[in-house]
């Protein structure tokens, strides 16, 4: 009974829904019905062992249902209900449901850029033409609504507005692909380098695109979990970019010793930037990309003093008001010093040090002596890998070690800038003792 009783009650919604839309009740008192109820929810027909679009049980079908509701509305309100059907239609178990042309092996209609700037040209959409016809979208496609599956047809086979809710779906389509080729453009020049202007044009096209889909779509929630979000997600400075292990020099930083690379790695935009000194990009984006923080920003300073790109360590180490930062000038000074010392930078690391007194530099990086600091912090597990990262000495040791295996390294330079922490009295030779230690037994701590 209670199996009976459940596809029952689907179907008295979706009586109620249909005298709704023959009493012509107002288009919002129908929206509210049609959520509520979820009367036209595929999940909620597959669950009531509905298995497709056209099959009958009860007597009626999904499609008879649909088809019934938009002839019988207006073109917002029949617009609106493909919308809902067509952009939450995502996945294997919807696809089967509506007998998407792909499972009965007959292939989807692809429309070429041309195809889709000759209709953007057709319907008006001028601005949507100066877009598409950019160098960045020379291989944008889109499938044409009315072939992808059933939903169309379904709803509003054999009425004259099936060509307006056709065009108007796939120029939200065409959207939509245009912040995703956009979004992947502005990774590719950030991750390869590129014009300023014309990183700043994408970020323009893609805003442009995910507001005007927004607008398109209305009222109508887009599901975070659906892939039309992700697709819509603005470009942010954390985003990651994949680079080649043999060729991701950024590994090398004990900053990122953590990470476990594969052949593949993902390196934050912020950190390639840095890394392959692409001073004006990281400039631009500190002004007009979204996404910062202080923590960010220490390590760009410190990458970039790692590989010694100068005009960025000077950039964020004295931004003379061209962008705000939100770390703190002294940490930013550290945070070079770290990576001038890892790298074994040492007329780099002799100049950052030039202002600081002595043993003042090795306290306030490790806000004490580094032996007291080291024994403090050993047996805890938590603090192993940040003792291994925040560590001047521990930086340097780290350089020269690596400096051993490397056959093109001036093995000089390990020793002259050890040499700078005795000279200077940064650093004692207990508290070298401590960090050689801390390396002998970094395995023990999972560390690199």
Same mark, same amino acid.
């Given at each position: ?40 929810? +595929? ?13 009958? @049980?009860?007597? +009626? ?15 917002? @309100?029949?617009?609106?209900?493909? =919308? ?10 919807? !696809? #089967?449901?509506? !007998? ?18 000759? =209709? ?22 889109? %499938?044409?609504?009315? $072939? ?9 086979? !054999? ?5 307006? %809710? ?19 453009? +502005? ?17 323009? +096209? ?6 005007? %889909? ?48 594969? &052949? ?11 890394? *392959?000194? &692409? $001073? ?22 410190? $990458?970039?003093?790692?590989?010694? /790109? ?5 950039? @964020? ?64 597990? *938590?603090?192993?890998?940040? #003792? ?40 004692? /030779?207990?508290? #070298? #003792?401590?960090?050689?230690? @801390?390396?002998? &037994? ?7």
């Amino acid at each position: 009974a209670a199996k009976r009783a459940k596809p029952q009650a689907l179907k008295k919604d979706v009586m109620k829904l249909l005298h709704q839309v023959g009493e012509q009740k107002s288009v919002s008192q129908i929206k509210d019905f049609i959520i509520s109820s979820r009367c036209l929810v +595929i999940d909620n027909w597959r669950s009531c062992d509905w298995d497709s679009f056209d099959e009958e @049980l009860l007597g +009626i079908s999904f499609r008879d249902a649909l088809h019934s509701c938009c002839k019988n509305s207006d073109i917002e @309100l029949a617009k609106w209900i493909c =919308f809902r059907l067509y952009f939450s239609c995502a996945g294997y178990s919807a !696809g #089967m449901f509506w !007998g998407r042309k792909v499972w009965a092996q007959k292939v989807e209609e692809r429309l070429s850029r041309d195809d889709l700037v000759s =209709f953007a040209r057709e319907r008006g959409y001028d601005d949507l033409v100066d877009q598409i016809e950019g160098k960045w979208f020379k291989e944008l496609t889109c %499938v044409d609504p009315l $072939t992808r599956d059933s939903i169309l047809e379904s709803a509003l086979g !054999g009425d004259e507005r099936l060509a307006d %809710v056709r065009a108007a779906i796939l120029h939200i389509d065409i959207l939509v692909n245009v912040a995703k080729s956009s979004f992947s453009a +502005i990774k590719d020049i950030l991750q390869r380098g590129g014009r300023v202007d014309e990183l700043g044009e994408l970020l323009r +096209i893609n805003a442009s695109a995910r507001e005007a %889909v927004m607008t398109e779509m209305g009222d109508i929630s887009i599901d975070e979990r659906h892939g039309l979000s992700y697709s819509l997600r603005p470009f942010k400075m954390t985003e990651r970019l994949s680079q080649q292990r043999k060729h991701n020099p950024v590994s090398h930083l004990l900053l990122f010793a953590e990470k476990g690379y594969g &052949y593949v790695v993902q390196e934050g935009a912020h950190i390639v930037l840095a890394a *392959e000194g &692409y $001073t004006e990009l990281l400039s631009f984006c500190l002004s007009n990309v979204p996404g910062w923080n202080a923590a960010m920003e220490l390590n760009v300073i410190r $990458t970039a003093s790692f590989f010694g /790109h100068v005009s960025i360590v000077e950039m @964020l180490g004295s931004p003379d008001g061209a962008f705000a930062l939100s770390s703190d000038e002294k940490e930013r000074h550290n945070a070079a010093i770290l990576g001038a010392g890892q790298a074994l930078r040492y007329r780099d690391l002799e100049f950052l040090v030039k202002t600081d007194k002595g043993r003042d530099l090795g306290n306030r990086i490790e806000g004490g002596s580094f032996k007291d600091y080291y024994q403090s912090n050993l047996k805890k597990e *938590e603090r192993v890998q940040q #003792m291994m990262n925040e560590t001047l000495i521990v930086s340097v040791l780290m350089g020269c070690t690596r400096e051993l295996f490397d056959s093109d390294a001036d093995h000089k330079n390990g020793t002259k800038t050890l040499r700078l922490f005795v000279d200077n009295h940064i650093y004692t /030779h207990d508290d #070298m #003792m401590c960090a050689m230690e @801390l390396l002998f &037994y970094r395995d023990a701590y999972r560390i690199g």
